[in-house]
């Protein structure tokens, strides 16, 4: 009988970082092991976001919890044997559990292995797992100097996209790209600001934005009401690969502090990337292949950019050349070896 490996994530509704990384890791493994792929929330008319692209082997099911995080805990507390004696009659002893959602680590059956995905929620139970990855070097050490009982438990993993690398160097025409979840008003200003700039300066461009959020319908208005309409391009999550392949430019704004797999996907797509986010994630994958500047730096950044075609030509190049760092096969072999370390 095969060795089940488990992936427990938060949600299959929505494309999210942390699912394309879990089910590419997942979809990979279906040769080898029995994979299991759990979603906490429930899934929308039982179909997993066919974006995911899984392997028809890869067993799907949903622990149904409350969206709300308290109420999710409270559920949680309620019914905590029950779902332990959920998880328990699923698997067998020295199965495998991968985690990259906040869930109970008691809950797992104590008689199998369990290994936690940093890098997409805040925990601080570390030692409640065999083994952690880290998908930033720089975590990684943090984290073994905060917890130095631990660090022989801290592994590093390289992020990969679910796009295989390209090396594109034409130009797209200025076409600018960011993807964003328009969670508030200030985002979407920002981006018709960096429009209205580009236009007082006569410079031909698209400003492509692959977005959802709350703030969807106030975007699109508020385009309208600039005139902009010709200047934007606004599609969904799903259309983000056709988009990199059209690109120039990514521009990078988010406020989260959690890996930016959008990242890893500009670089191996050869896009260029400028930001002007505080996530620390983002300036550790953006050596050699971007450009970090402060907020108010931002539009004149892109302006010079799209100005100096040469630059431009070798932010590209410099960008495919920096993609060998995200070789889905050297991350996924190390998967490998560490499910193997795991076995024994």
């Given at each position: 009988m095969k060795k089940r490996i488990f992936f427990i994530v938060q949600q299959l509704n929505l494309a999210g970082s942390a699912e394309f990384l879990v089910t590419l890791m997942a979809s990979h493994l279906t040769d080898d092991y029995d994979v299991f792929l759990y979603s906490l929330e429930s899934i929308d008319k039982g179909k997993v976001h066919p974006s995911f692209n899984l392997n028809s082997r890869i067993r799907i099911n949903s622990l149904n919890l409350p969206l709300n995080y308290d109420?999710?805990?409270?559920?949680?507390?309620?019914?905590?044997?029950?779902?332990?004696?959920?998880?328990?009659?699923?698997?067998?002893?020295?199965?495998?559990?991968?985690?990259?959602?906040?869930?109970?680590?008691?809950?797992?059956?104590?008689?199998?292995?369990?290994?936690?995905?940093?890098?997409?929620?805040?925990?601080?139970?570390?030692?409640?797992?065999?083994?952690?990855?880290?998908?930033?070097?720089?975590?990684?050490?943090?984290?073994?100097?905060?917890?130095?009982?631990?660090?022989?438990?801290?592994?590093?993993?390289?992020?990969?996209?679910?796009?295989?690398?390209?090396?594109?160097?034409?130009?797209?025409?200025?076409?600018?790209?960011?993807?964003?979840?328009?969670?508030?008003?200030?985002?979407?200003?920002?981006?018709?600001?960096?429009?209205?700039?580009?236009?007082?300066?006569?410079?031909?461009?698209?400003m492509t934005v692959s977005c959802q959020g709350t703030y969807l319908s106030y975007f699109q208005d508020l385009v309208n009401q600039n005139n902009l309409s010709d200047s934007f391009k606004i599609i969904s999550f799903d259309e983000i690969q056709e988009a990199l392949h059209n690109a120039d430019l990514l521009i990078y704004t988010s406020e989260s502090k959690f890996l930016p797999m959008t990242l890893v996907e500009a670089i191996v797509n050869s896009v260029p990337i400028i930001s002007s986010s505080k996530n620390e994630y983002a300036k550790e994958l953006l050596q050699d292949c971007g450009v970090v500047v402060r907020d108010d730096e931002l539009v004149q950044s892109i302006i010079n950019i799209l100005k100096d075609k040469i630059k431009l030509s070798k932010m590209k190049f410099a960008t495919y050349e920096s993609s060998n760092r995200f070789s889905s096969k050297e991350t996924l072999k190390s998967l490998v070896n560490l499910i193997s370390i795991l076995e024994k």
């Open positions: 109420d999710k805990l409270k559920y949680i507390a309620k019914n905590k044997e029950e779902i332990k004696e959920f998880l328990k009659h699923s698997a067998f002893e020295h199965d495998i559990f991968f985690s990259c959602t906040r869930f109970d680590p008691d809950l797992i059956p104590a008689n199998c292995s369990k290994v936690w995905l940093d890098g997409f929620e805040d925990i601080d139970d570390y030692e409640k797992y065999d083994a952690s990855i880290f998908f930033s070097k720089r975590v990684l050490q943090e984290k073994s100097l905060q917890y130095p009982s631990l660090k022989d438990r801290f592994i590093y993993l390289s992020p990969c996209a679910r796009f295989k690398a390209v090396e594109d160097f034409k130009f797209h025409g200025n076409n600018l790209l960011a993807v964003t979840k328009l969670e508030n008003k200030k985002r979407c200003e920002l981006f018709v600001n960096i429009a209205e700039e580009l236009k007082k300066l006569k410079l031909k461009f698209l």
